[in-house]
């Protein structure tokens, strides 16, 4: 109740007018501001790391060991970048990605990218129910029990909770990353060799190893994120003063997902790649290939971290989707709202979910298959909203005094021409190899 009610704006007012002597021993309480901001930025940058995300890792450090450790770092820089031009806009317009995409870009080129990104976010929603399945079976459960029970309750908190409750829970499965730290550490990694490759890149030029490059950086830096973010911090109705706040919730989202993802690396790394098992094809099989290594306590950990990260995306995934499509069409949309006020909003996550639960049921479903085409759908996405992005969060007639300074305007620039490039040559051999 007391976060509810909380105002960043209106605790910095309170602390300008009391004494110093006084305000000196009310700053540590400054973590109650942050507090009252906190999530839309922990959130997206923690879907991220999805069921298709804890595979791709973990075949990272079974292919590669601790190699690719040094990309993690220019990734979360780059990821920070994004995410912090989309809270910007988000506080300072008072509007979604896609209100804004409609009003500057036009409805033809919304309804191109929405269309885009409602065909992606469905395969990959389809993967997160899978993830589910298979995290559930690691510990015996079928998933016929586990799948309509989970999706069951994502229902239940988006379309009967307040914003506030399913911020609170969002906030609460993250934590559930912290097993793939205690996961490494059972590993017991050569932590000389972890801090090496972290600080010096070894870059490689044959197709195997830019393959990866490009499969992690598609991986983190995915276009429901952006969308996720941005009409999340519009609905907490944050204004100019809280910023810097907003900003320092997507500075620690990310650097804590970055670093979940860089101990995925070190656990599968330390395991399986020093028993010379580099193929892995789930997130569920490195699970299992651990207990050999790393005991059973690891699978374990691994398995309940795979079921919080596709419980959280589960409910993050459709609701991104269900954002941007509503704002692309004008409709009512927030999670406060009922079915009477929104049934548009509602309407299109409820519709998520039933398809996730139907199709991940089907016996056989082609899980490989459905996460290739969805990352090279959302692989054209992410260079056309990158640069939307960036163009509308230069634009001074929207952002005003808080449009990209040129500095940032460059780096930003830098980051989409090359996370661009990447994703439309990740593309290409994806489907060179499906040929």
């Not at 914003?163 to 609460?172: D, G």
């Amino acid at each position: 109740m007391l976060l509810t009610r909380f105002s960043p704006r209106k605790f910095v007012q309170f602390l300008a007018r009391v004494p110093s002597r006084i305000r000196r021993s009310l700053s540590n309480y400054r973590l109650f501001a942050y507090l009252a901001v906190l999530g839309p930025g922990i959130i997206a940058a923690n879907a991220g790391n999805d069921a298709s995300g804890i595979a791709t890792y973990s075949t990272v450090g079974a292919g590669y060991g601790y190699e690719l450790l040094w990309v993690f770092i220019p990734m979360m820089l780059s990821l920070i970048v994004v995410q912090e031009m989309c809270v910007r806009m988000g506080v300072v317009t008072g509007q979604g990605l896609a209100d804004l995409i409609r009003e500057q870009f036009g409805v033809r080129w919304t309804a191109l990218v929405m269309l885009a990104l409602l065909v992606a976010n469905s395969g990959v929603i389809i993967s997160e129910f899978v993830g589910i399945a298979q995290a559930s079976e690691l510990f015996g459960i079928p998933r016929y029990v586990t799948i309509p029970i989970t999706a069951g309750l994502i229902w239940w908190l988006v379309v009967k909770g307040t914003q506030k409750s399913v911020e609170q829970v969002f906030l609460a499965m993250s934590l559930v990353f912290l097993g793939y730290v205690v996961s490494a550490f059972l590993a017991k990694p050569n932590w000389d060799e972890v801090a090496v490759q972290l600080i010096e890149p070894n870059f490689e030029f044959h197709s195997g190893y830019l393959f990866t490059v490009m499969a992690l950086i598609g991986t983190t830096i995915t276009p429901f994120m952006q969308v996720f973010v941005q009409s999340t911090v519009v609905e907490k109705s944050l204004d100019e003063e809280d910023l810097p706040l907003a900003r320092a919730d997507v500075v620690v989202g990310t650097v804590f997902a970055c670093m979940i993802a860089a101990f995925i690396v070190i656990c599968t790394a330390a395991t399986l790649h020093s028993q010379g098992i580099t193929e892995i094809d789930s997130a569920a099989t490195a699970a299992d290939a651990l207990t050999p290594v790393a005991g059973v306590y690891a699978k374990y950990l691994f398995g309940i971290g795979l079921f919080g990260a596709a419980m959280l995306a589960m409910g993050v995934l459709p609701l991104a989707t269900a954002y941007s499509l509503s704002e692309a069409l004008g409709f009512e949309k927030g999670l406060s709202r009922t079915f009477r006020e929104a049934p548009i909003f509602l309407g299109i996550f409820s519709s998520l979910i039933i398809l996730g639960v139907i199709v991940a049921l089907i016996p056989g479903i082609p899980q490989i298959k459905l996460l290739l085409f969805t990352q090279c759908v959302n692989g054209v996405l992410l260079p056309f909203l990158l640069v939307a992005i960036v163009s509308l969060s230069s634009n001074e007639e929207i952002m005003g005094d808080h449009a990209n300074g040129w500095i940032f305007k460059s780096l930003a620039w830098l980051i989409t021409i090359i996370v661009s490039a990447l994703s439309l040559m990740l593309i290409g051999k994806t489907v060179v190899d499906m040929l």
